[in-house]
């Protein structure tokens, strides 16, 4: 058990509103799951799913309200503080000062932790190379672009060496370019052996970067494993995405799914997607039909195909 540095049994997370005709909302519905030491874990699911719930309660900030969770071998309620001196937090909001310098926001932050002053200079320099911001040393923070902004949080939350980095929607709101800068970041924390933990939206992040992951809707996780795994058991090997006609996807769908072409057949306003072992194969019978889409693609299954089967493609506000 020396290697399970978070171990949640039956977790749940109750919200009870004021008011007197106000009932009580439950976001996380008794969930079970472990992180191991130098493993990167992740949570995915839709708005709502208790995922950052569950990530405030493994921060301890927020106290559970049923079951058990031990983070570091110690109970969140009884030693939370020594608990959050060993974490690293990421939250989905940057929280910079930003009237300060770069590394001013690296010096100050490690002083909450007692660090001595001359070992906090010497980290803030590492990490100031470590995020590619000492050209931005000494500029204050309100001129750092988004993509450079996350990566001082990052860098930032690193100051006190913690055992588990957790990262709430790290890359949420970059543009691709500033993504993959922050995604080569954590993939090098990821070979230091670093403990990362991380919600995400972006089932391709989720996919690079995760040597397991949990599928959470409702509060309740719905599929636990490796990305391979999951894509394995929830998808089928290929995905035919077909584009037609307004108003023709009804109907060719009912045709393909008559004709035992696909696996399963998921009719979107503007494509079908239909799971299928082999595409071409699948494309071909497709033609044989007399079906003729205007466009059509063959692409590998995909953690964001076990996504939306598991959690359904009705968007969540």
């Known amino acids: 058990m020396d ?5 949640a049994v039956g977790l749940t997370k109750a919200y009870r509103p004021r008011g007197k005709h106000a009932a009580a909302f439950t976001a996380v519905d008794g969930i079970d799951f472990t992180l191991s030491r130098g493993e990167v874990f992740g949570f995915l699911g839709p708005n709502g799913a208790g995922k950052s719930s569950t990530m405030r309660m493994v921060a301890c900030v927020s106290p559970i309200s049923g079951g058990r969770l031990r983070v570091l071998g110690m109970d969140p309620a009884a030693q939370g503080r020594a608990i959050r001196a060993r974490l690293g937090v990421v939250a989905q909001d940057d929280a910079l000062d930003t009237e300060l310098s770069v590394r001013e926001n690296l010096l100050i932050y490690g002083r909450y932790f007692s660090i001595p002053k001359a070992e906090i200079s ?6 100031l190379d470590f995020a590619q911001l000492c050209d931005k040393a000494d500029e204050r923070v309100e001129a750092l672009s988004g993509g450079m902004r996350r990566r001082l949080t990052i860098a930032r939350s690193l100051i006190n060496e913690p055992d588990i980095l957790l990262l709430d929607e790290p890359t949420t709101g970059l543009d691709p370019q500033a993504r993959h800068v922050l995604w080569d970041r954590l993939f090098e924390l990821k070979q230091r052996g670093v403990t990362l933990i991380l919600t995400t939206h972006y089932m391709d992040e989720a996919e690079q970067l995760c040597d397991r992951l949990v599928v959470m809707d409702k509060g309740r996780i ?4 490796s ?3 999951l894509i394995e058991a929830h998808a089928s090997k290929e995905v035919l995405e077909l584009r037609f006609e307004p108003g023709d996807h009804a109907l060719a769908a009912e045709k ?11 009719v979107l306003p503007a494509r079908l997607l239909c799971n299928v072992s082999e595409g071409e194969a699948a494309l071909a019978g497709v033609h044989r039909l007399g079906v003729a889409p205007l466009t059509a693609l063959v692409r590998r299954s995909t953690l964001e195909d076990v996504f939306l ?8 506000d």
Request: hydrophobic share 45%; glycine share 10%; proline share 3%.
């Open 122 to 127: 010497a980290r803030a320099q590492r990490l």
């Open 256 to 266: 393909i799914k008559g004709a035992g072409l696909a696996d399963r057949v998921d």
């Open 3 to 7: 290697n399970v540095l978070v171990e």
């Open 227 to 229: 990305p391979r795994e």
């Open 222 to 225: 719905v599929a636990h494993g």
């Open 309 to 316: 089967s598991l959690t359904g493609r009705t968007l969540v």
